[in-house]
């Protein structure tokens, strides 16, 4: 298990453990923070959209031109 894991495997029993006020204030707290926040929206559009098909940068730039014309 990588310490990343491990620290999810062992930080996140620990937040559920808490009474619930406490939790909304620790996750109130971080919201609040822009970088963090972006973050996580950013790797919840990623995790909704993992099994959309990929497709090169090339492909994506020919497709934005023609809408353009």
């Known amino acids: 298990m990588a310490t990343t894991d491990a620290t999810a ?13 406490e939790r909304e204030a620790i996750l109130a707290r971080l919201l ?19 099994k959309e098909p990929s497709k090169s940068l090339d492909e994506y730039l020919a497709e934005r031109k023609k809408k353009r014309l």
Do not use: G, N, W
């Not at 495997?9 to 620990?14: D, G, R, S, T, Y």
């Open 9 to 21: 495997a062992i930080f996140l029993p620990a937040f559920r453990a808490l009474p619930k006020k």
């Open 32 to 50: 609040k923070d822009r970088e963090f926040r972006e973050d996580l929206i950013d790797t919840v559009i990623i995790d909704q959209r993992h």
